[in-house]
């Protein structure tokens, strides 16, 4: 399980936790998000994350 990281404000995507209160389960990795995923603090999309 890897963990990505919004290059804007720092919040990190960890694949292994998932983000339950979005629906999104625990396990689902980064490229299998949906096209419309957003950082939690910051709400930039997919595109400014990078690989930790």
């Known amino acids: ?10 919040w990190v995507y960890d694949e292994e936790h998932g983000l339950p209160n979005k629906g999104i389960v625990a396990g689902t990795k980064f490229e299998d998000l949906p096209d419309g995923f957003e950082c939690e603090l910051c709400g930039v999309g997919k595109e400014n994350f990078t690989e930790e």
Do not use: E, F, L
């Open 1 to 10: 399980m890897s963990k990505y990281v919004c290059t804007v404000c720092g």
